[in-house]
């Protein structure tokens, strides 16, 4: 698509994410450009400006976000700054009248979550929540191959997302910041994959968190949080979320006919599957290739080209409300030790 025809970003918040997969990725968007930053740190993003070939009058603060209804270069705006601001930053685009792409996990809590949505639905603009996993190509193929039906039933899904989080000094330890610990931050990924996987919304939840005793990090955060969710048709995911492990970021499916393990499946790349059939007596395993994709470019353009085609994304807000909910009810199961119906 010609440069001028493509649907204009602003890039809100230029840390890790921004700088090193975001920015990068519209180089591989055939439907999007980065126009314009929000950031609070001028000296940077002046910088950053210069190097994506963006005018300098179109950096803006976050005090500034108003002014982006003056620009007609910026059609949306990609939230990436820490969880617990999502909900002031995104009503503070829906107000400016642009769309929104907001990263995960959508808020704090699903009351502002739903604030977001109702935000958005009254500016007329519209939200997406950035669940790239739902948009990189192994994920996609096993959301397509379990729903095709061809190796059965689905029955047990095992997924599991860790890495070892550094120093207390950081958002994603705080929680007014951060909202939670391991479980929005990365065992979301865990969660939204399955649901994503099967197609249904579980039935009963449970969960157990248990934190390293006397670390002053976890003391008001999840480090290890392990949770079973139960869904209508029968099948069972376990999840596995930590702080404290290296990393591992792996989806299992084992249905009736066969299994899908997908190595590295919430990873931004390195993604490896392998598939079983079983015919009859025998069992042949194959690993599928396909060719590599950014799946921050994918999930970028696929927002663009919902608006330019006025179609609702794959990953609305709703989607992000429905997972706050969830852990909502996966923090109460492991507060009272009990499983919570939902
Ligand atoms: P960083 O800490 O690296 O960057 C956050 C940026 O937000 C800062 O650099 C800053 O940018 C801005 N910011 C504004 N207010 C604050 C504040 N009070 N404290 C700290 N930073 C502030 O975080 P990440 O880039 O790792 O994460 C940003 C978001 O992206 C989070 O919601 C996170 O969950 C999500 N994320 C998603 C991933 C994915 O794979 N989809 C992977 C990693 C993160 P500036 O100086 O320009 O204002």
């Known amino acids: 698509m ?4 493509r649907v204009g970003f602003a890039v809100m918040g230029l840390g890790r994410l921004s700088l090193e997969e975001i920015l990068p990725a519209f180089a591989e ?3 999007a450009r980065p126009v314009a930053l929000v950031s609070g740190s001028p000296e940077k993003a002046r910088v950053v400006a210069a190097q994506y070939g963006i005018a300098p009058e179109s950096v803006y603060g976050y005090d500034e976000v108003h002014r982006l209804s003056e620009n007609p270069e910026v059609q949306a705006v990609y939230v990436v700054t820490p969880n617990g601001l999502h909900r002031d930053n995104v009503l503070a685009v829906a107000k400016a009248g642009k769309h929104v792409l907001c990263e995960k996990p959508m808020a704090n809590t699903s009351a502002e979550a739903r604030e977001m949505v109702e935000a958005c ?3 007329g603009v519209r939200l997406m929540i950035a669940y790239r996993c739902q948009y990189e190509p192994f994920n996609r193929e096993t959301v397509r191959l379990v729903r095709s039906g061809e190796l059965g039933r689905p029955r047990v899904l095992e997924a599991t997302n860790t890495q070892v989080q550094g120093p207390a000094d950081q958002w994603r330890l705080k929680a007014p910041l951060a909202g939670g610990g391991a479980l929005p931050d990365i065992g979301l990924y865990c969660l939204n994959g399955v649901r994503a996987v099967l197609g249904e ?5 449970f969960a157990r968190i248990v934190n390293p005793e006397g670390d002053a990090r976890y003391a008001d955060i999840d480090e290890t949080t392990v949770f079973m969710l139960r869904f ?3 099948a069972i995911a376990n999840c596995a979320t930590s702080y404290g492990a290296h990393e591992s970021k792996d989806l299992r499916v084992r249905l009736e006919r066969g299994w899908i393990d997908l190595e590295n499946a919430f990873a931004y790349r390195g993604q490896r599957m392998r598939i079983a059939r079983r015919k009859g007596e025998s069992e042949s395993v194959e690993e599928l290739r396909l060719g590599a994709k950014n ?4 999930e970028i353009d696929h927002f663009a080209e919902c608006i330019l085609e006025g179609r609702e994304p794959r990953t609305p807000g709703e989607e992000g409300v429905q997972d706050h909910l969830l852990m909502e009810a996966l923090y109460r199961s492991a507060r009272e030790g009990v499983p919570v119906a939902i």
């Open 232 to 234: 209508p048709s029968g």
């Open 29 to 31: 968007c055939k439907a």
């Open 2 to 5: 010609p440069p001028g025809k």
């Open 121 to 123: 639905r009254k500016a």
């Open 201 to 205: 919304e579980p039935v009963e939840v």
């Open 295 to 298: 799946q921050f470019a994918l």
